[in-house]
């Protein structure tokens, strides 16, 4: 059974930080692009970061420029979104994804075909 199971979410102050991992089983996905989006109550999901499947390719959402960072370790099947400077408006369930095309990097939840179930985040004080 092929799955991606999410951890590391949970409550924070506002200006705080969280590491979210996202572990995979059932098959590599070590040449899968990879995939963070978040959804927060009454609104789409969004495309937070990605990662090509070698690493040295990037790209982030213009909200999360700077404060968050992705990455990947293809050894443990896992991929990392180190989020700082959080703000009460990046609340929401976070998921990752993974898009077994693994040639570019992309923004639309129809390009991944796998999904984990998700973990909230919550930025409050």
């Known amino acids: 059974q092929v799955q991606l199971v999410e951890s590391g979410g949970g409550l924070v102050q506002p200006g705080g930080s969280l590491r979210l991992s996202c572990a995979g089983s059932?098959?590599?996905?070590?040449?899968?692009?990879m995939g963070w989006f978040r959804q927060a109550p009454g609104k789409e999901r969004e495309f937070v970061a990605g990662?090509?499947?070698?690493?040295?390719?990037?790209r982030y959402a213009d909200s999360v420029k700077g404060r968050f960072t992705i990455s990947r370790d293809n050894a443990k099947n896992t991929v990392y979104l180190q989020m700082i400077v959080l703000r009460p408006e990046d609340t929401a369930v976070y998921y990752c994804?993974?898009?077994?095309?693994?040639?570019?990097?992309?923004?639309?939840?129809?390009?991944?075909?796998?999904w984990g179930q998700g973990t909230q985040v919550t930025v409050s004080s």
């Open positions: 990662i090509s499947w070698s690493g040295d390719s990037t």
């Open positions: 994804a993974a898009d077994r095309r693994g040639s570019t990097i992309a923004t639309l939840t129809w390009r991944y075909d796998y």
């Open positions: 059932g098959r590599s996905f070590s040449t899968d692009t």
